[in-house]
């Protein structure tokens, strides 16, 4: 009887200490979760310069993000090389001139410091307030960035086409822009929007100039 209670002692003990790890834990947890951006602010840098100054964010801690297309080009020509270790890696940056940066990155002196980092020109403005994006807003971005990004054999097999789809511009002058479907009729003629942030066009195309950038799944 002495041995079983004691056993049931050390049982229970073990059992409370358990719980108690795990409540410390859950605590650990939510303290260290990240809070989740409300919108992004656009920095204006000097273009070509968005690498260098992603290198001063992170000797100063700073956070950002600027959406890129990495390609492998040939040392001798320039053509695109087949494979990754037969080129030098470029970085061609998707919208040259900015970098995107949550409010949650630019809270307290943060933006202040950011302000303070050579070759940056200040917080994009429309009139006297600073221009943001809300994340639906930048879904788009990380969709076209992540779709430039993988191999062409990867990607899935064009579907049917729909109205305010995501396109890019595989033919002709606009090559390599990216826009929204608005018209499709049943010859096969179509009209994308290209939306350059400031202002947009209209373009008459067919179909087989374009293929469609499918949205990236989130958890």
């Excluded at 396109?167 to 499709?184: K, M, Q, T």
């Excluded at 009209?191 to 499918?214: C, H, W, Y």
Aim: proline content about 6%.
């Amino acid at each position: 009887m002495v041995g079983g209670r004691r056993a049931a002692s050390i049982t229970g003990s073990i059992t409370g200490r358990g719980r108690r790890m795990n409540m410390r834990v859950q605590q650990s947890k939510m303290l260290l979760a990240e809070p989740v951006p409300s919108c992004w602010y656009l920095l204006d840098v000097y273009p070509g310069r968005e690498r260098d100054v992603m290198r001063w964010f992170g000797y100063y801690g700073l956070s950002g993000w600027y959406p890129a297309e990495i390609s492998y080009v040939r040392r001798r020509g320039g053509e695109l090389a087949r494979k990754p270790h037969l080129g030098r890696r470029v970085v061609k940056p998707l919208v040259p001139g900015l970098i995107f940066v949550s409010d949650v990155d630019a809270s307290g002196t943060k933006d202040q410091l950011m302000l303070s980092i050579p070759m940056v020109d200040g917080f994009h403005r429309i009139g006297d307030c600073w221009a943001r994006m809300s994340p639906a807003d930048m879904a788009p971005l990380r969709d076209i960035e992540a779709y430039l990004n993988t191999p062409r054999s990867l990607r899935r097999q064009r579907g049917k086409l729909r109205i305010g789809e995501l396109v890019r511009v595989v033919d002709g002058p606009f090559s390599a822009f990216v826009g929204r479907l608005e018209r499709l009729d049943s010859k096969g003629r179509l009209t994308v929007f290209l939306d350059a942030f400031k202002r947009g066009v209209s373009v008459q195309m067919n179909e087989t100039q374009i293929e469609p950038i499918t949205s990236t799944p989130r958890g």
